[in-house]
């Protein structure tokens, strides 16, 4: 039998430690990854949401359309990009804004908080555009 395996552990003696230094800070920075990349993705669905209403509202108000086919241009856009699920609550209308005629559509989807789950209706955003004279 060796002498070192025969003698009780020291005070100082650090033998171990690496491993458990190790599992610590590589569970934090995976958490903290984790939650920088959730941030990004959550951002990226209501950037793309904002877009695809803008573009909605921009297809709605031309001469020849009508808000609903600026809705359903939202739809197929959020479809393409993101998923047909963020698609389900879309709704246009015509208002005034200042004494302009305006389409307004308006996207409430669910906020992406585990992945791209998370709670329904938690996320509005809309697009306006100035209305084409026929």
Do not use: K, N, W
Not at 80 to 101: I, Y
Request: charged share 20%; proline share 5%.
């Amino acid at each position: 039998m060796s002498r070192r395996s025969a003698e009780p552990c020291r005070a100082g003696d650090d033998s171990g430690s690496a491993v458990v230094d190790f599992v610590l800070i590589g569970a934090l920075t995976t958490f903290l990854f984790a939650g920088v990349l959730q941030l990004a993705l959550a951002l990226h669905v209501r950037a793309t949401l904002v877009d695809c209403a803008a573009e909605g509202a921009r297809y709605g108000a031309l001469a020849d359309r009508d808000p609903e086919q600026g809705a359903q241009r939202t739809r197929d856009l959020i479809g393409m990009a993101l998923s047909p699920a963020f698609a389900q609550d879309v709704s246009a209308a015509s208002t005034t804004v200042d004494g302009l005629p305006v389409v307004r559509v308006e996207v409430t989807a669910a906020l992406p908080v585990l992945g791209l789950l998370g709670p329904a209706g938690a996320l509005t955003v809309d697009g306006h555009a100035l209305a084409e004279a026929p």
